[in-house]
């Protein structure tokens, strides 16, 4: 571990305070998107499109309802929210729905899961004791392709390995645990389907004098080969993310990165067994709070981002090393996320100010539209 535990209890804390909702991309069920975090949008009710979901008051926790063309109520529970670090809003039951997560308990540690009924919660189920892991990199992620997310995480002091707990729908039995490895850096560790083959691989950043990409394949039920990047720049640590650059079912690295004239995005294509080429994008303000997700319905993640409090934007990729234009939109403040709101297959731009005060202008591929508000 790079950080020690103190250290990087720390800063998982001041993240969490930070940054509401960390997604990294492809952290998922194949076709679902998961939330690493306890505030964002995902599909809770299982009609295909994102709702709202957060915790208020570190007791409540609820999701508000997508309708496509406005908002509907707001099934809430309350509960232990669980630590910062491994909060999740998943499909843990392999319905369709998420489901939210979370690690709970003083001296032991357990999993705790509230499933979703779609207009409800269940009772939450618990495991028994378990090794929580380090806060970096503890995620819920579908490791065995059985289409319901498992917990995993970096494990051991000294000698690190993975180790996911696989979730049966209502429990957990038994974990595909790794031999030891180099776990990488804090920032970047995420775990992302590099290969296309529906299940999720992990992958960080490597490396002290010179930093390259390292990818663990997960084979179902234990670990396959590890490949890495030749050296390059790894970016900013907040930027670090896995999206499907070029469309080919894959993960690819991508970052912002300093080039002449200021800052860029630039992304290294995964092949399935390495590493190609990387693109990068002429200079740009490349904003805060970056995202990858496709705002044009063409299968290829764009690079979203906060421009201003009120004024975000996404700049299109062509998957062939240039990219395209940029759409924006002003006139919401909040922080922003970029969901499927109607369930068009193209991502719209939502933005978060409170509980209660949301509000998502609709994608048409080349631009944003008609806002919707609670």
Same mark, same amino acid.
């Given at each position: 571990?790079?950080?020690?535990?103190?250290?990087?209890?720390?800063?998982?804390?001041?993240?969490? /305070?930070?940054?509401?909702?960390?997604?990294?991309?492809?952290?998922? &069920?194949?076709?679902?998107?998961?939330?690493?975090?306890?505030?964002?949008?995902?599909?809770?009710?299982?009609?295909?499109?994102?709702?709202?979901?957060?915790?208020?008051?570190?007791?409540?926790?609820?999701?508000?309802?997508?309708?496509?063309?406005?908002?509907?109520?707001?099934?809430?529970?309350?509960?232990?929210?669980?630590?910062?670090?491994?909060?999740?809003?998943?499909?843990?039951?392999?319905?369709?729905?998420?489901?939210?997560?979370? !690690?709970?308990? #003083?001296?032991?540690?357990?999993?705790?899961?509230?499933?979703?009924?779609?207009?409800?919660?269940?009772?939450?189920?618990?495991?028994?004791?378990?090794?929580?892991?380090?806060?970096?990199?503890?995620?819920?992620?579908?490791?065995?392709?059985?289409?319901?997310?498992?917990?995993?995480? &970096?494990?051991?002091?000294?000698?690190?390995?993975?180790?996911?707990?696989?979730?049966?729908?209502?429990?957990?039995?038994?974990? &595909?645990?790794?031999?030891?490895?180099?776990?990488?850096?804090?920032?970047?560790?995420?775990?992302?389907?590099?290969?296309?083959?529906?299940?999720?691989?992990?992958?960080? !950043?490597?490396?002290?004098?010179?930093?390259?990409?390292?990818?663990?394949?997960?084979?179902?039920?234990?670990?396959?080969?590890?490949?890495?990047?030749?050296?390059?720049?790894?970016?900013?640590?907040?930027?670090?993310?896995?999206?499907?650059?070029?469309?080919?079912?894959?993960?690819?690295?991508?970052?912002?990165?300093?080039?002449?004239?200021?800052?860029?995005?630039?992304?290294?294509?995964?092949?399935?067994?390495?590493?190609? #080429?990387?693109?990068?994008?002429?200079?740009?303000?490349?904003?805060?709070?970056?995202?990858?997700?496709?705002?044009?319905?063409?299968?290829?993640?764009?690079?979203?981002?906060?421009?201003?409090?009120?004024?975000?934007?996404?700049? /299109?990729?062509?998957?062939?090393?240039?990219?395209?234009?940029?759409?924006?939109?002003?006139?919401?403040?909040?922080?922003?996320?970029?969901?499927?709101?109607?369930?068009?297959?193209?991502?719209?731009?939502?933005?978060?100010?409170?509980?209660?005060?949301?509000?998502?202008?609709?994608?048409?591929?080349?631009?944003?539209?008609?806002?919707?508000?609670?």
């Amino acid at each position: 571990m790079r950080l020690g535990r103190a250290m990087a209890v720390a800063v998982a804390a001041l993240l969490m /305070l930070l940054i509401p909702g960390i997604r990294p991309a492809h952290a998922t &069920v194949p076709g679902f998107h998961n939330i690493q975090g306890d505030t964002g949008w995902t599909d809770f009710n299982g009609d295909g499109m994102a709702d709202a979901c957060m915790i208020r008051d570190t007791v409540w926790f609820g999701c508000t309802l997508s309708t496509g063309t406005g908002f509907s109520y707001t099934p809430t529970d309350a509960g232990d929210p669980g630590y910062a670090a491994g909060r999740g809003w998943a499909d843990v039951t392999g319905d369709g729905k998420a489901d939210y997560c979370r !690690v709970v308990g #003083a001296g032991y540690l357990m999993l705790s899961c509230t499933a979703s009924t779609g207009s409800g919660f269940e009772p939450p189920f618990i495991s028994g004791s378990i090794d929580a892991g380090w806060d970096a990199g503890r995620a819920w992620a579908d490791v065995t392709g059985d289409g319901r997310a498992d917990y995993c995480r &970096v494990v051991g002091s000294g000698s690190y390995s993975l180790r996911c707990e696989v979730s049966t729908g209502n429990g957990w039995n038994g974990a &595909v645990q790794s031999g030891g490895l180099d776990p990488g850096w804090d920032a970047g560790r995420s775990w992302a389907d590099v290969n296309g083959d529906g299940k999720a691989d992990y992958c960080r !950043v490597v490396g002290l004098v010179f930093q390259s990409v390292q990818c663990t394949l997960s084979t179902g039920s234990g670990w396959g080969q590890s490949f890495s990047s030749t050296p390059l720049d790894a970016g900013y640590n907040e930027t670090r993310k896995w999206a499907d650059f070029n469309g080919d079912g894959r993960a690819d690295y991508c970052r912002v990165v300093s080039v002449i004239g200021g800052t860029a995005v630039r992304c290294t294509v995964s092949t399935g067994t390495g590493f190609g #080429a990387s693109f990068t994008s002429p200079a740009m303000n490349t904003g805060d709070n970056g995202a990858w997700a496709d705002v044009n319905g063409d299968g290829r993640d764009d690079y979203c981002r906060d421009i201003s409090w009120d004024y975000g934007a996404c700049t /299109l990729t062509t998957g062939s090393g240039t990219f395209g234009a940029t759409l924006s939109k002003g006139g919401m403040s909040g922080v922003s996320s970029w969901p499927d709101f109607n369930g068009d297959g193209m991502a719209d731009f939502c933005r978060r100010a409170d509980w209660w005060t949301i509000a998502c202008s609709i994608s048409n591929g080349t631009s944003f539209g008609a806002i919707y508000t609670t």
